[in-house]
Protein backbone atom coordinates (compact mmCIF):
# COMPACT_ATOMS: atom_id res chain seq x y z
CA UNK A 1 0.00 0.00 0.00
CA UNK A 2 1.27 3.63 -0.65
CA UNK A 3 1.02 5.37 2.39
CA UNK A 4 0.87 8.54 0.86
CA UNK A 5 -2.24 7.86 -1.61
CA UNK A 6 -3.73 5.89 1.38
CA UNK A 7 -3.28 9.66 3.68
CA UNK A 8 -4.92 11.03 0.51
CA UNK A 9 -7.74 9.18 0.08
CA UNK A 10 -8.48 9.34 4.09
CA UNK A 11 -7.38 13.05 4.17
CA UNK A 12 -10.55 13.96 1.81
CA UNK A 13 -13.24 11.70 2.87
CA UNK A 14 -13.37 13.38 6.50
CA UNK A 15 -13.68 16.99 4.93
CA UNK A 16 -16.75 15.99 3.35
CA UNK A 17 -17.94 14.10 6.11
CA UNK A 18 -17.24 17.24 8.35
CA UNK A 19 -19.77 19.57 6.40
CA UNK A 20 -22.46 17.39 7.38
CA UNK A 21 -24.89 18.22 10.35
CA UNK A 22 -24.62 16.29 13.51
CA UNK A 23 -28.19 15.40 13.24
CA UNK A 24 -26.78 13.50 9.93
CA UNK A 25 -24.17 11.84 11.28
CA UNK A 26 -26.23 9.91 14.02
CA UNK A 27 -27.78 8.34 11.51
CA UNK A 28 -24.59 6.70 10.12
CA UNK A 29 -24.26 5.19 13.84
CA UNK A 30 -24.31 1.16 12.99
CA UNK A 31 -24.16 1.78 9.53
CA UNK A 32 -20.93 1.35 8.91
CA UNK A 33 -19.98 2.18 4.57
CA UNK A 34 -17.73 0.69 2.64
CA UNK A 35 -16.50 1.94 -1.24
CA UNK A 36 -13.56 1.15 -3.03
CA UNK A 37 -11.86 3.92 -5.05
CA UNK A 38 -8.64 3.76 -7.16
CA UNK A 39 -5.71 6.20 -5.55
CA UNK A 40 -3.68 8.17 -8.11
CA UNK A 41 -1.12 5.07 -7.70
CA UNK A 42 -3.93 3.47 -9.77
CA UNK A 43 -4.74 0.61 -7.10
CA UNK A 44 -8.03 0.03 -5.66
CA UNK A 45 -7.86 0.91 -2.37
CA UNK A 46 -11.22 -0.29 0.09
CA UNK A 47 -12.64 2.77 2.27
CA UNK A 48 -14.37 2.24 5.40
CA UNK A 49 -16.33 4.80 7.12
CA UNK A 50 -17.86 3.71 10.46
CA UNK A 51 -20.01 6.58 13.25
CA UNK A 52 -20.08 5.62 16.69
CA UNK A 53 -21.08 6.58 20.32
CA UNK A 54 -17.81 8.24 21.23
CA UNK A 55 -17.35 6.36 24.75
CA UNK A 56 -15.82 9.77 26.70
CA UNK A 57 -19.37 11.68 26.09
CA UNK A 58 -22.05 9.88 25.08
CA UNK A 59 -24.34 12.35 23.06
CA UNK A 60 -21.24 13.07 21.15
CA UNK A 61 -20.69 11.05 17.55
CA UNK A 62 -17.21 9.55 16.71
CA UNK A 63 -16.61 9.36 12.87
CA UNK A 64 -13.65 6.99 11.51
CA UNK A 65 -12.31 6.58 8.00
CA UNK A 66 -10.02 3.80 7.26
CA UNK A 67 -8.12 2.73 3.78
CA UNK A 68 -6.28 -0.57 3.41
CA UNK A 69 -5.58 -2.39 -0.36
CA UNK A 70 -6.85 -5.04 0.78
CA UNK A 71 -3.31 -6.79 1.35
CA UNK A 72 -2.06 -7.38 5.05
CA UNK A 73 -3.19 -3.51 5.67
CA UNK A 74 -6.48 -4.75 5.91
CA UNK A 75 -5.19 -6.17 9.42
CA UNK A 76 -3.90 -2.84 10.17
CA UNK A 77 -5.69 -0.03 7.55
CA UNK A 78 -4.78 3.30 7.83
CA UNK A 79 -6.94 5.61 9.89
CA UNK A 80 -8.05 9.18 10.59
CA UNK A 81 -11.32 10.49 12.93
CA UNK A 82 -13.12 13.12 14.57
CA UNK A 83 -16.03 13.71 17.61
CA UNK A 84 -18.55 15.91 16.68
CA UNK A 85 -20.07 17.57 19.79
CA UNK A 86 -24.71 17.98 19.51
CA UNK A 87 -23.67 21.94 18.93
CA UNK A 88 -21.67 20.92 15.61
CA UNK A 89 -18.25 21.83 17.01
CA UNK A 90 -15.39 19.36 16.84
CA UNK A 91 -13.55 17.73 20.42
CA UNK A 92 -9.90 18.71 20.49
CA UNK A 93 -10.04 21.34 17.99
CA UNK A 94 -10.17 24.94 17.70
CA UNK A 95 -11.50 27.12 15.03
CA UNK A 96 -9.26 27.16 12.36
CA UNK A 97 -7.55 23.92 12.79
CA UNK A 98 -8.74 22.09 10.14
Not at 83 to 88: A, V
Amino acid sequence: MNEEVAIGLIDAEPRGLRQLPYSELIKLIGKPQRKQVVGEDEIPYQLEIEAIWDINRAEDVRVIVSADDGGWRALKPRTDDFIMRPDGSFVGEFPGDY
